[in-house]
């Protein structure tokens, strides 16, 4: 199943990031701590291929801490530097200062031996929606300066911020690319809220959800809901579910649509703690 997903807006910041590029000299690709992977946009890639580039994984507050250390390990293996941050709670202007200033290294050395006294390091963040972009940019000024929702499609435009004298940041809406050849990554953007969950089938979503769930963090399914069950059956977890939160309809039959609808609202507010949607291992 390939599912198609490319809005109007999104076509519109393709366009803007692909016009202020040229303005920038480097870019900071923000991904989700979660999903270190179904979280980097392919598209970006092909836009930023030309650019000096330091990816920062958020959200590390919201994800598996045993599992961010594997991922962690998985990336170093390969040679990368990564980053995961909190943004509510780290210190994200040292950290991206530090940083930005480790990636543009080469380029000030160079412009010093010139006789070049390097100006402030032009930064473009980009990355896919509800990534905590805002959240970021919020805490690096200390104030709000752009909105901040657990949706997608919150920024629409371009905005930079100082961060220091030697770093500025621009701001850049959330984009997607086209369509997800494999489904397991829209549900997992789903399942995030990086897209909105209306374009999938729910009861796919909300399966997907809760079968991960059973294989992987069966006590958060048991003192949540009161789910035991040893193994996975969709309509069982929605009876579980549905009776718990007292949405029965007549004829004491379940209703189903408003039992998802509560799934998906407790991952929304973070009701359900510290869950990492891939591992590692899917990827060796």
Known sequence: MTIQWFPGHM???????????????????????????SSANPLLQELIINKPRLIVFTKRDMADESVTKKWIEYFEKGGQ?????????????????DNCLKVMDAKIQR???????????RAMIVGIPNVGKSTLINRLAKRKVVDV?????????????????????????????????DPKVGMKLALTSAI????????QVVSHGLEYLMIHYPKILSERYGISNK??????????????????MAENEVDKRRTMAAFMADL????????????????L
């Open 196 to 203: 909105k969950e209306q374009i999938l089938p729910i009861e």
């Open 81 to 97: 530097t990564v980053i995961f941050i909190d943004s509510q709670k780290d210190n994200v202007k040292k950290v991206l200062l």
């Open 149 to 181: 929702a657990n949706r997608p499609g919150v920024t629409q435009s371009v905005k930079w911020l100082t961060v220091d004298k030697r770093l500025d940041v621009m701001d850049t809406p959330g984009i997607l690319w086209p369509r997800f050849d």
């Open 268 to 283: 929304r507010q973070d009701t359900l703690k510290s869950i990492s949607w891939e591992r590692p291992d899917e990827y």
């Open 11 to 37: 076509t519109k910041a393709k366009r803007t990031i692909t016009e202020q590029l040229k303005l920038v000299d480097m870019v900071v690709e923000l991904r989700d701590g979660r999903i270190p992977m």
């Open 231 to 248: 193994e996975y059956d969709f309509d069982s977890c929605i009876q579980i579910i549905g009776r718990k939160f007292g949405f029965i």
């Open 111 to 121: 412009d010093l031996r010139r006789g070049i006294q390097p100006r402030a390091i």
